[in-house]
């Protein structure tokens, strides 16, 4: 049995049209030991030709590309002999693709929107998987090898908060450069005040936003939200 500290990195390609998404997987994959990101393609012909150039062992794919769906890329990159697996990187409505994605290699997919807990979650599962087929050989040592995908639910959301709501928040707060009150994201999103609070106090506790008073009126200050790039630590 090889060492783990002999394997190579699994190598990991990128695929995610929003740079500045893109940019927190590349660094996401590199926090995790045992891969490496060798490089990020924006469109489904970006990362043709980056298959075309480099060995590449694993997709961090997103399904939505401008150019082309992500099992459709999937597909067209089977036809053309190349075997990297997938990770799917979706949306709740997208589920039922997914798993009809099994046979063109998408072994797990990340709900969007995710932290680097969950993505190293995916990763180090995937590894243990990469590692077993590797050395598999008969049914017991395949089947084995499959079980280690199966990965438990994704953690619960916090009671009375959910998925697509969720995700709405998240895209008002990253489209707001100066960040936004609770009242303001209240708005954008169509709930309460006191409900975008929870979702924003949420994203905060994972790590994904941070908040700073916001002085100047009489009384206490209220509470700015900003999204945290992707090199921000995770709690």
């Known amino acids: 049995m090889t060492d783990d500290a002999e394997r190579e990195p699994i190598r990991v390609l990128v695929v995610e ?13 590199g926090r995790v030991p045992g891969f490496v990101a060798v ?3 924006h469109t489904g012909a970006e990362a043709r030709r980056a298959l075309e150039r480099m060995p590449v062992d694993l997709l961090l794919l997103d399904l939505h590309l401008p150019d082309v769906h992500g099992l459709q890329l999937a597909r067209s990159l089977r036809a053309a002999g190349h075997h990297a697996d997938v990770i799917a990187v979706t949306s709740a409505r997208d589920l039922a693709v997914v798993r009809e994605g099994v ?3 998408v072994v797990q997919y990340v709900l969007k929107p995710f932290t680097f807990a969950t993505l190293r979650d995916r990763l180090v599962r995937y590894a243990e998987f990469h590692a077993a087929v590797g050395e598999a050989g008969g049914q017991d040592e395949v089947d084995r090898a499959l079980a280690v995908l ?16 969720l995700e709405r928040v998240t895209g008002a707060l990253r489209t707001a450069d100066e960040g936004l009150t609770a009242a303001g994201v ?3 999103v169509g709930i309460s005040r006191i409900t975008a609070r929870r979702y924003l106090e949420h994203l905060v506790d994972t790590g994904r936003a941070a908040r700073r008073p916001l002085y100047g009126q009489v009384g206490r200050p209220e509470l700015v939200y900003r999204w945290v790039p992707g090199d921000a630590p995770v709690r």
């Open 17 to 29: 049209d929003d740079p500045v998404a893109a940019d927190a997987h590349v660094m996401y994959v």
């Open 39 to 41: 490089g990020k393609a």
């Open 186 to 188: 209240a708005e954008a």
């Open 150 to 165: 199966r990965a438990p639910s994704p953690a619960a959301l916090p009671k009375g908060l959910s998925g697509p709501t």
């Open 103 to 105: 046979s063109l290699g």
